[in-house]
């Protein structure tokens, strides 16, 4: 049985193509220290990284209608972009695998709860933009991750099916976001350990892109 190459890459933002998990938990802090509320890791971890923001301030505030909190929403934005330096190592290995996508004719999408300015501002601030074929935003879709939509709209956009498709998710929203489509999804430690990483749906976890599991899996 011949496998089907791997020409396809959907990349997960946030924790995934830069570590930015710190600043988006203080920025959310800062907005809750007016109520005297916080949130400590855990919760992070496990209501908060890779949910829309809708999702979030459900959780947060519940029974708060959305025209309460979005503008509080657009706020902690704004207070995570403002903490963004004007240059951000991106994680280890990426330019490896944009090159390899490069070399084979791929084609790659940021797929992201993010709004369009943060994820815009991020990859700007990585050296990475202009270096992706799409950029799928959740929040402007019908339904964002944890359902698979915006991974099927990716590859619907690149013109490429699952079986072509590897994904990178640092979240259990996103792996089972990118599971769910059926696309291939490598687990990225960081913010969860591998036991989250792999209940949530992953088939393997790596640390970054130099990952030896991920090399053997695409054959660059």
Same mark, same amino acid.
């Given at each position: 049985?011949?496998?089907?190459?791997?020409?396809?890459?959907?990349?997960?933002?946030?924790?995934?193509?830069?570590?930015?998990?710190?600043?988006?938990?203080?920025?959310?802090?800062?907005?809750?220290?007016?109520?005297?509320?916080?949130?400590?890791?855990?919760?992070?971890?496990?209501?908060?990284?890779?949910?829309?923001?809708?999702?979030?301030?459900?959780?947060?505030?519940?029974?708060?209608?959305?025209?309460?909190?979005?503008?509080?929403?657009?706020?902690?934005?704004?207070?995570?972009?403002?903490?963004?330096?004007?240059?951000?190592?991106?994680?280890?290995?990426?330019?490896?695998?944009?090159?390899?996508?490069? *070399?084979?004719?791929? *084609?790659?999408?940021?797929?992201?709860?993010?709004?369009?300015?943060?994820?815009?501002?991020?990859?700007?601030?990585?050296?990475?933009?202009?270096?992706?074929?799409?950029?799928?935003?959740?929040?402007?879709?019908? *339904?964002?991750?944890?359902?698979?939509?915006?991974?099927?709209?990716?590859?619907?956009?690149?013109?490429?099916?699952?079986?072509?498709?590897?994904?990178?998710?640092?979240?259990?929203?996103?792996?089972?976001?990118?599971?769910?489509?059926?696309?291939?999804?490598?687990?990225?430690?960081?913010?969860?350990?591998?036991? *989250?990483?792999?209940?949530?749906?992953?088939?393997?976890?790596?640390?970054?892109?130099?990952?030896?599991?991920?090399?053997?899996?695409?054959?660059?």
């Amino acid at each position: 049985m011949v496998n089907t190459p791997i020409t396809h890459f959907l990349f997960d933002l946030d924790g995934t193509l830069m570590d930015s998990d710190a600043l988006h938990h203080a920025a959310f802090n800062t907005i809750l220290s007016r109520w005297n509320r916080s949130v400590d890791v855990e919760y992070y971890k496990t209501h908060i990284m890779g949910a829309s923001n809708a999702m979030i301030f459900n959780h947060l505030f519940p029974g708060m209608p959305p025209s309460e909190y979005q503008p509080l929403a657009e706020e902690k934005e704004q207070l995570f972009r403002s903490q963004l330096d004007q240059q951000v190592a991106p994680t280890p290995g990426i330019e490896r695998l944009l090159d390899h996508i490069a *070399r084979i004719g791929g *084609r790659s999408a940021v797929v992201t709860n993010a709004p369009r300015a943060n994820a815009e501002l991020m990859l700007k601030a990585t050296g990475l933009a202009g270096r992706f074929d799409t950029l799928v935003i959740g929040d402007e879709l019908e *339904r964002a991750k944890p359902d698979p939509l915006p991974y099927l709209t990716a590859l619907q956009l690149l013109g490429g099916t699952p079986g072509q498709a590897v994904a990178f998710e640092d979240s259990s929203s996103g792996v089972k976001a990118a599971s769910s489509a059926q696309v291939w999804t490598f687990g990225m430690l960081g913010g969860l350990d591998e036991a *989250r990483l792999r209940a949530a749906g992953a088939h393997a976890v790596i640390r970054d892109f130099n990952g030896q599991a991920l090399w053997d899996k695409i054959g660059g």
